[in-house]
């Protein structure tokens, strides 16, 4: 099986997504209530998530991220991962803040 496709793969990346939690609900609440479309919301969490692999992975914390190739998780599929994560919680919420 994928590791991309595998729950192990979600569960872990919810455990790694909460260092970039508060950042991404600040730049969400930024752009939403600013009136930016949802292209530009999904274009800068892409541009957020960018910026934090590589400040992650090119610089001393790489050494944390043993932990998740212990399971077999590259640093890749990890950041995908969080990524969709982040994407499929923050998209519903844009889309039902947009009906009220």
Do not use: C
């Amino acid at each position: 099986m994928s590791p991309f496709l595998a729950i192990k793969t979600y569960r872990l990346g919810l455990y790694f997504y909460r260092f970039f939690l508060m950042p991404s609900i600040l730049v969400f609440i930024l752009f939403s209530f600013g009136g930016a479309s949802i292209f530009a919301i999904v274009v800068s969490k892409v541009i957020l998530f960018g910026l934090g692999y590589f400040l992650y992975f090119e610089t001393t914390r790489q050494q944390k991220i043993v932990f998740y190739k212990n399971f077999g998780i590259s640093k890749e599929v990890l950041f995908l991962s969080i990524l969709f994560i982040d994407l499929s919680i923050f998209v519903p919420i844009y889309y039902l803040m947009k009906l009220f």
